[in-house]
Nanobody, 116 residues
């Protein structure tokens, strides 16, 4: 089970750190990712961190501003978001998958709103 949190209202240029806490399994056994869904837009993947080695990947929308990380002791994956823009306003989700499987595990989403 995944629990996403950390969203909120922030001014343009501000920062937020989203958390994706896992229960029932060790998150470092799964690839974990963050994506977002804004009204009227397609779902957009932002970043993925691989299991074990923790190699990170970023979409263009996230490069240079967002950082994904994992704390194995807390069984949590984070998305640090800096230099936020109004166009970053969306519901943010975390998801996880086992090797060779689909993205079967989803957090409930956390709302991020960036005001101009």
């Amino acid at each position: 089970q995944l629990q996403a949190s950390g969203g909120g209202l922030v001014h343009s240029g501000g920062s937020l750190r989203l958390s994706c806490a896992a229960s029932g399994a060790a998150l470092n056994a799964y690839a974990t990712g963050w994506l977002r869904k804004a009204p009227g837009k397609e779902r957009e993947w932002l970043s993925i961190i691989t299991r074990r080695e923790g190699v990170t990947y970023y979409a263009d929308a996230a490069k240079g501003r967002f950082t994904i990380s994992r704390d194995n002791n807390k069984n949590t994956v984070y998305l640090q978001m800096n230099s936020l823009r109004p166009e970053d306003t969306a519901v943010y989700y975390c998801a996880a998958r086992r090797p060779g499987a689909s993205w079967d595990y989803w957090g409930q989403g956390t709302q991020v709103t960036v005001s101009a």
